[in-house]
Every structure is written in C-alpha cells, then in structure tokens.
Nanobody, 112 residues
Framework: QVQLVESGGGLVQAGGSLKLHCVASRSTFSIHVMGWYRQPPGKQRELVARVSDGGITYYVNSVKGRFTISRDGAKNTVYLQMNRLKPRDTTVYYC??????WGQGTPVTVSS
C-alpha cells in the first residue's frame, strides 16, 4: 500500500493562496487517479478535485476557477493550487489515490 503525505496547509487570509503537496512513498505511475478531498465540520468528506494519469481533471463546482490540481510523476507528487480562498474553504484536506489510499490530512484555515 502506498503511503501519502500531505503538506502545505496553514492559515491564510481570505483572498489568499496556498499550495498543497502530496508525496507518495513510491511511484504513482500505477495510480490512475489521484485527488484531494476535504471534510467540513459536521459534513461528509467530499471530493474537491481529481486528476487522471492522462491529465483529465475534475473539480467540484465550489472550487472551479479557483483551484488547480496537477501531478508530477517524476516526483511522485500531486499538487492542489488554491487561489482566492474563502472562509468556507476552511477544513482538513486529504490526499487520495485510487485503490483507497489516503493521507493523514493537512489543515487549511482561511480567516475573514
């Protein structure tokens, strides 16, 4: 089972940016789809964005135009660039890989 380790979360003011990193413990070549989830307080974990090994992306409506997901196979890394952050984006973000691989999460706090 591949291990996923996230970083890049933190505290930012509304309108600011953060870039999340997810590094895999081995090659992500065989992980066809990777993505980011988040779990707002009191709500179910939701898919934020995902990217296939062919570069096909998907975004939940609430982040379209603000977030960009990308992956670098050579570095076994998936990124989530988050721009124009809003207070409602505050929560823990989890890296995910097809095959039910999960990271421990990185917290994001957006102050108003």
């Amino acid at each position: 089972q591949v291990q996923l380790v996230e970083s890049g979360g933190g505290l930012v003011q509304a309108g600011g940016s953060l870039k999340l990193h997810c590094v895999a413990s081995r090659s992500t070549f065989s992980i066809h789809v990777m993505g980011w989830y988040r779990q707002p307080p009191g709500k179910q974990r939701e898919l934020v964005a995902r990217v296939s090994d062919g570069g096909i992306t998907y975004y939940v409506n609430s982040v379209k135009g603000r977030f960009t997901i990308s992956r670098d196979g050579a570095k076994n890394t998936v990124y989530l660039q988050m721009n124009r952050l809003k207070p409602r984006d505050t929560t823990v973000y989890y890296c995910w890989g097809m095959g039910d691989c999960w990271g421990q999460g990185t917290p994001v706090t957006v102050s108003s």
